[in-house]
């Protein structure tokens, strides 16, 4: 049985990113969180934040200004709190643990374009899953690239890139993130 390009993404193989079914899909969420991040009332905007994601805890908060491409591929679990503008690029699954608090400004990408122009002149993409622990802390302007782990408790300092994956209970930080601290 062929899979559709959709399922070719989420499992990180080559895909075509101007398929007409991502493509609605990207308009979808890009019209929803238009209207949904204007929303002042908290509780009101975070329900319809969780009813476009893939599955969330049921204590959920997040401010306004979060952008993500398709939602199916976010997994946060309970007691999650993400500052001001978050990006999620979920090409890929995204899987955050329980008890985890993002500062502003964290960019999560799991797209990967080739590094052969011939390759990314014909629109082919594919990407990488990132998974977070439970009990992490993200300073703000933490970006994680395609392919991360990180493990439980991870601190991450402001302004990391985060290129490779780490154990639990580590303090990480830098361009790019190092283990400055073991916990």
Not at 64 to 74: L, Q
Not at 81 to 88: A, E, L, R, S
Not at 132 to 146: A, D, E, H, K, Y
Not at 159 to 165: D, Q, R, Y
């Amino acid at each position: 049985m062929k899979k559709t390009e959709r399922e070719k993404m989420t499992a990180g193989e080559v895909y075509q990113q101007f398929d007409p079914e991502l493509i609605e899909r990207r308009k979808m969420i890009r019209r929803q969180l238009k209207e949904i991040n204007l929303i002042d009332d908290n509780a009101e905007r975070n329900q319809r934040f969780k009813a476009l994601l893939a599955d969330t805890g049921e204590d959920f908060f997040v401010e306004s200004e979060f952008k993500f491409d398709y939602g199916f591929n976010i997994h946060i679990g309970d007691h999650f709190y993400g500052n001001y503008d978050m990006t999620f690029l979920d090409t890929c699954p995204i899987t955050i643990g329980h008890h985890c608090y993002f500062g502003p400004n964290i960019g999560l990408y799991t797209p990967i374009h080739p590094l052969d122009a011939a390759r990314r002149d014909a629109d082919i993409e594919m990407g990488a899953p990132i998974t977070i622990g439970n009990s992490c802390w993200f300073g703000g302007r933490v970006t994680v690239l395609p392919g991360v782990t990180l493990g439980n408790e991870v601190v991450v300092g402001a302004g990391s890139v985060v290129t490779k994956s780490f154990p639990d209970k580590v303090v990480i930080a830098g361009n790019p993130a190092r283990v400055i601290k073991q916990l």
